[in-house]
């Protein structure tokens, strides 16, 4: 069987829109994740970038990206510090915030997410945005809590196949 050669990854995160890709409406397409232990009874979230919260990894597809899962698994690396392998295609999730929440919180046009439920392969050290964000592992009760503002993160996280007993 012939090993699966993992490319190099960057200790530096992308910043910047310069590269990102919008759909045909002006909305900005995000891919993430719903990273999940491999009993599923957790999932990883990692702190926003403002520290105020608690958010899944995710961020902008971009130009040079062939595709979504590609960027859903960068987002993961540079975010969170994990390896991982796609298992599950979540599909398309809408912005749920409104025009003025958008405003507020990021000057940003409104998004079209893309999610993909994940298995950690690997938990690395040392990560791209480690400085700013921390990770961690949560049952499902304390995740959707966390989340509960966050509608389309929210959606991701029940349309995964997490453990909710937890």
């Known amino acids: 069987m012939a090993h699966e050669q993992q490319p190099a990854r960057s200790m530096e995160a992308r910043v910047g829109r310069d590269k990102q890709r919008y759909g045909s409406n002006g909305e900005r397409l995000v891919a993430g994740v719903v990273a999940l232990s491999a009993?599923?009874?957790?999932?990883?979230?990692?702190?926003?970038s403002s520290r105020k919260g608690w958010v899944l990894p995710k961020g902008g597809w971009e130009t040079d990206e062939a595709t979504q899962e590609e960027a859903a698994c960068r987002e993961a690396w540079e975010e969170a510090g994990i390896e991982c392998k796609i298992e599950a295609d979540l599909g398309h999730i809408e912005e749920k915030r409104s025009e003025s929440q958008l405003i507020k919180t990021?000057?940003?046009?409104?998004?079209?997410y893309?999610?993909?439920?994940v298995r950690v392969k690997e938990e690395k050290a040392s990560w791209p945005e480690?400085?700013?964000?921390?990770r961690q592992?949560?049952?499902y009760t304390?995740?959707?809590d966390h989340l509960r503002n966050r509608p389309e993160l929210l959606e991701a996280l029940e349309r995964s196949s997490i453990n909710r007993s937890s």
């Open 39 to 48: 009993d599923r009874s957790k999932v990883m979230l990692i702190q926003s």
């Open 106 to 112: 990021s000057c940003a046009p409104k998004a079209l």
């Open 114 to 117: 893309h999610f993909y439920e």
């Open 130 to 134: 480690a400085h700013k964000r921390t």
């Open 137 to 139: 592992w949560m049952g």
């Open 142 to 144: 304390r995740a959707r």
